[in-house]
């Protein structure tokens, strides 16, 4: 059982930074690919960014390409996303999901091919 614990949300105004952290307990966190998605209220959870195991390749969604930077560090077992220029549009829940899979897409952009997750970091965007 792999428990994931964000951190790093918080209130920012429009064109601000915020850098998010995702810790996992599992000593074999380099086996696991890792995303981030988030849910805004009344909205389906949406994948956001994702590195896989290995050779850390970086998946994004369109809307925050060139604005989001996902990495990791498997020495500390941690993945981060670093979220510049900032948009009342990014305001939601953050979550953190780990996965066996490796550098496959789609399967990396999907809820369902996730099988751990954390509770979530709030994020809000001002005008």
């Known amino acids: 059982q792999v428990q994931l614990v964000e951190s790093g949300g918080g209130l920012v105004q429009a064109g601000g930074s915020l850098r998010l952290s995702c810790v996992a307990s599992?000593?074999?966190?380099?086996?696991?690919?890792m995303a981030w998605f988030r849910q805004a209220p009344g909205k389906e959870r949406e994948f956001v960014a994702a590195?896989?195991?290995?050779?850390?390749?970086?998946y994004y969604e369109d809307s925050v390409k060139g604005r989001f930077t996902i990495s990791r560090d498997d020495a500390s077992n941690t993945v981060m996303l670093q979220m510049d220029s900032l948009k009342p549009e990014d305001t939601a829940v953050y979550h953190c999901?780990?996965?066996?899979?490796?550098?496959?897409?789609?399967?990396?952009?999907?809820?369902?091919?996730?099988?751990?997750w954390g509770q979530g970091t709030q994020v809000t965007v001002s005008e």
């Open positions: 999901a780990a996965t066996g899979y490796g550098s496959v897409w789609p399967h990396l952009g999907r809820t369902g091919s996730y099988s751990y």
């Open positions: 599992d000593r074999t966190f380099s086996r696991y690919s």
């Open positions: 590195v896989s195991r290995g050779e850390a390749k970086t």
